[in-house]
């Protein structure tokens, strides 16, 4: 039976057991699309990794969730990288490296400085306002909880940002299932659409604002850090109006006990912005060969 090898990382965390786990496998061009969606399965994290040549770019990766790919993900970039590193095959100079890394949804320019690994994710699309009404009901809120007009944001993959005015509001925030069906049913082709991710203008640690992203079955009741939907959050926080700084850290998963920090910098003006910088580190867990 084939064996591949395998680093299980961290990502957006310093430490063991913090942010968000990741399993890299390497060179899994011949695994199968059933085979990788079974070991999201077997390992019970948000999603794998699974590097792959390019023809386009220093590196490729494809990203799956337990049910299906995902096109462009954040922890697993940062878990692919810390991966490449940990086996020797990013050379650096100085401590510091720039590459690309070609996913689904397209390049990603990759930054290493010391520990810390940054992409540069794509210009985001930015949809049409959302009910807030409807958007609260998914989780059990008012309306009045949330701050602003949730919109619909990509920089690679959707996710609908939802901007709360407490953390009790968003402590207390509980995923109706069907609710969120429903109001995925009537998005139409918004491909890859993730569930809302609800934030608050406060850190949870020593950043300075504060996400979660809850989950729908068969996924993780909650994701303890979410790259992509970082830098959806700060495309939209910008273009709203509702920071004042293009950088930033955001801190995600403490209520699970995983805490995770990013450092955002948004690229270019509200009105027009270019790309947003998502930059974080990882931590080899755990590394071995996988038997299919």
């Not at 961290?10 to 496998?25: E, H, K, L, S």
């Not at 079974?38 to 994290?45: G, K, P």
């Not at 402590?171 to 109706?176: H, M, R, V």
């Not at 273009?239 to 004042?244: A, K, N, R």
Request: net charge negative; glycine share 12%; hydrophobic share 40%.
């Amino acid at each position: 039976m084939p064996q591949y090898q395998f680093d299980w990382i961290d990502a957006f965390t310093t430490t063991p057991f913090g942010g968000n786990g990741c399993v890299v496998v390497h060179e899994a061009e011949d695994i199968s699309t059933e085979q990788r969606l079974a070991l999201v399965q077997e390992t019970s994290l948000s999603e794998c990794a699974y590097i792959v040549p390019s023809e386009v770019a220093d590196f490729g990766a494809r990203y799956y969730l337990a049910t299906r790919e995902i096109p462009m993900a954040g922890h697993p970039t940062i878990a692919t990288v810390a991966s490449l590193l940990h086996r020797g095959l990013v050379p650096l100079r100085n401590g510091h490296a720039t590459f690309t890394l070609e996913v689904g949804a397209g390049i990603l320019p990759i930054e290493l400085t010391g520990t810390t690994i940054t992409m540069t994710q794509a210009a985001p699309t930015i949809g049409a306002p959302e009910d807030p009404a409807e958007i609260a009901a998914i989780y059990g809120l008012q309306q009045s909880d949330i701050l602003g007009i949730p919109r619909i944001v990509s920089t690679g993959t959707p996710f609908c940002c939802t901007v709360l005015k407490s953390r009790e509001a968003l402590e207390g925030a509980k995923l109706n299932v069907s609710l969120l069906e429903a109001w995925r049913g009537r998005q139409g082709p918004q491909g890859g659409l993730m569930e809302p991710f609800l934030t608050v203008l406060e850190g949870a640690g020593t950043g300075d604002i504060y996400s979660r992203l809850l989950l729908a079955p068969p996924m993780p009741a909650e994701d303890p850090f979410t790259g992509a939907a970082n830098g959806c959050m700060a495309a939209y926080l910008w273009h709203e109006g509702l920071i004042e700084n293009p950088k930033y850290k955001a801190d995600q998963g403490h209520g699970i006990g995983r805490p995770g920090q990013a450092e955002i910098e948004i690229l270019g003006p509200r009105e027009a912005i270019t790309g947003v910088r998502v930059g974080g580190q990882g931590v080899v867990l755990m590394s071995g060969a996988l038997t299919l």
